[in-house]
């Protein structure tokens, strides 16, 4: 069984200062890398001979409009199937330079996900073999899950957002 | 005539040992959006080299409803209804797995009788599901009649659906917090009935496809793939378990109670359609021992939690009591705050591991709350698994896949 702290551990040995931020909400270990390491750490979780992260569970992105300069968060879920063992990466990326490196020559899966991804957020996953839009039309000009859209029709009055949630 | 055959042995060589001199000139086919083999609304356009598929590119997202979107407006029971459209043919699992994401988030444990009717509830969903998937690769090879058996017990699956929860399709089953009602007397009698009858035809499904020699002649290595090449595709579920990865999230990560049965995981070998239909097969074998053990153990007591502050209190109380009043009134208008938190939660649907990524921000409705579609992911797959076969290949593979068009595009 690993815990942990241990592969926590073996990260920090491994990667120093471009992972940090560690934490296990319900058990499941979270941490945050920088963009430039993020590549060669999921590289080094899949390789790793006791430790094989070798499943890609998911990869999204959250919204912090008004956390300056950590404006989007993009998140990895891996899972090592043979420790039975999953963990979650957090990478955080400015609103004014929205790239991250692809995942896809790791992971076949990481294509769709990174693209749906760039459709609801705009992150541009840098050497992504086709990053076009997966969900939505290619006219669309906007990325439709930022915060800042809204998702009743703007022009409308009638509606009071604290009547409808947020 | 020597420089037909040339060209005959050309097509055959793989891609990179130069470009490949195609037989007769490249036709594009539309694979749906409307046609019938896709049941659903999804697009496949395939690069025809005569009957033999070249290539192939999926367009998605014709039925894209935003509910990621939609989730973060909404109270957190109301998102429930929302899970249902995903996955429409299995949709009790999906109204769990997002009850229980919740009740990780709040804190809540659910008593052992809840979580007993929430696995049958479970097991006779993916027991529909798998029926549906079986019975239509059948009709899309041409056999009507093993469909046509199986179908009258999806209908008394659905009857059961609707002693529990009121609804069919779209079931909107269980709450924050347990089951809305315990089970009747009325839907222990039918799912006891249920499980010799479903036996029965079950055995009668498998005599009229497992050793059929048509059926085998269309299924048997069509689309296999690698037990690595469907773990990097992300595949899950039956998929990933017919080419030989035996993981399952009811075993390796149980939830509500899964540990207490026992039950095996079918694994197949090469990954083509002829395993998967077998693997779903058995699977039903599986889920209808894990029905039986459930409702035969039943544990005595409540079926929801005791969380007044998230679980609707009962009717009669609502009338003569202040407090069941003012609960009443908080979580129907949306007003419980949730705690500020992160979870990650995956249950064992239909189709493999659908996850729920929450984030509450400790406001009424999610902040960010994503769904991990199986469905999704393991479709991308699709034009390397029916590359260099024909068409009629093509469309046993999507139906042997399950691809439901709710589930891939949310």
Request: proline share 5%; aromatic share 12%; glycine share 8%.
């Amino acid at each position: 069984m690993l815990t942990n702290e241990e592969v926590a551990q073996t990260i920090i040995n491994q990667f120093g200062e471009a992972v940090g931020e560690f934490d296990d909400p319900f058990d499941l270990l979270t941490f945050t890398a920088s963009r430039d390491q993020i590549v060669p750490l999921v590289r080094f979780l899949n390789e790793h001979t006791t430790y094989q992260f070798s499943f890609l569970t998911d990869i999204t992105a959250i919204h912090y409009p008004d956390s300056a300069g950590r404006e989007f968060c993009v998140v990895y879920h891996l899972h090592s199937l043979v420790n039975n063992f999953r963990l979650r990466i957090k990478v955080y990326l400015a609103a004014e330079d929205i790239h991250i490196p692809t995942l896809t020559p790791l992971f076949a899966s990481a294509n769709w996900m990174e693209r749906e991804t760039f459709d609801l957020f705009g992150v541009i996953f840098d050497g992504h073999p086709d990053l076009r839009r997966i969900l939505n039309m290619e006219e669309m000009d906007y990325h439709p899950m930022r915060k800042e859209y809204p998702l009743e029709d703007a022009t409308r009055e009638d509606k009071i957002d604290a009547l409808f949630g947020r | 005539m020597v420089s037909e055959e040339l060209d005959i042995a050309k097509k055959n060589l793989p891609a990179e040992q130069g470009p490949v001199q195609y037989v007769n000139e490249l036709t594009t086919l539309n694979l749906g959006p409307t046609h019938p083999a896709t049941h659903g609304i999804f697009q496949n356009v395939l690069q025809m080299d005569g009957e033999k598929i070249v290539s192939g590119e999926q367009t998605i997202g014709y039925i894209h409803r935003a509910f990621e979107k939609i989730a973060e407006r909404r109270p957190f029971y109301q998102i429930t209804t929302l899970t249902d459209r995903m996955n429409y043919c299995s949709s009790p699992i999906n109204n769990m797995g997002w009850h229980m994401t919740v009740e990780k988030l709040l804190g809540v444990d659910v008593p052992k009788r809840a979580q007993y009717i929430r696995v049958i509830m479970m097991e006779l969903a993916r027991l529909a599901d798998h029926l549906i998937c079986n019975g239509i690769l059948g009709v899309d090879t041409g056999a009507f009649t093993g469909f046509l058996y199986i179908y009258q017990e999806r209908e008394n699956i659905y009857e059961i659906y609707e002693e529990v929860c009121g609804a069919r399709l779209t079931t909107n089953m269980g709450r924050i917090g347990g089951m809305e009602r315990d089970l009747s007397p009325t839907a222990i009698r039918k799912i006891k009935e249920l499980i010799p009858r479903f036996r029965k035809v079950l055995t009668e499904f498998e005599n009229l496809f497992n050793r059929n020699r048509i059926f085998m002649d269309r299924v048997v290595g069509v689309g296999g793939i690698t037990a690595e090449r469907a773990l990097s595709y992300g595949f899950t579920g039956p998929n990933l378990r017919a080419a030989g990865v035996d993981y399952d999230v009811r075993v390796m990560n149980p939830y509500s109670s899964y540990q207490d049965f026992e039950f095996d995981i079918p694994v197949g070998q090469s990954g083509d359609t002829y395993d998967r239909f077998m693997v779903r097969n058995e699977e039903m074998w599986q889920s209808l021992r894990i029905i039986e053990q459930a409702i035969n153990n039943l544990p005595e007591g409540p079926h929801f939690a005791d969380a007044p502050q998230y679980y609707l209190p009962p009717k009669q109380e609502v009338y003569k009591n202040m407090e069941a009043l003012i609960y009443h009134f908080k979580i129907v208008m949306g007003e419980i705050d949730a705690p500020i938190g992160e979870v990650y939660h995956a249950v064992e649907g239909g189709n493999g591991e659908l996850g729920f990524y929450l984030i509450s921000d400790g406001g009424r409705a999610p902040y960010r709350l994503h769904f991990r579609r199986p469905c999704f992911i393991y479709y991308q797959a699709y034009p390397e698994m029916c590359k260099g076969l024909t068409l009629s290949d093509a469309i046993v593979i999507m139906s042997s896949m399950n691809v439901i068009a709710g589930e891939l595009d949310a």
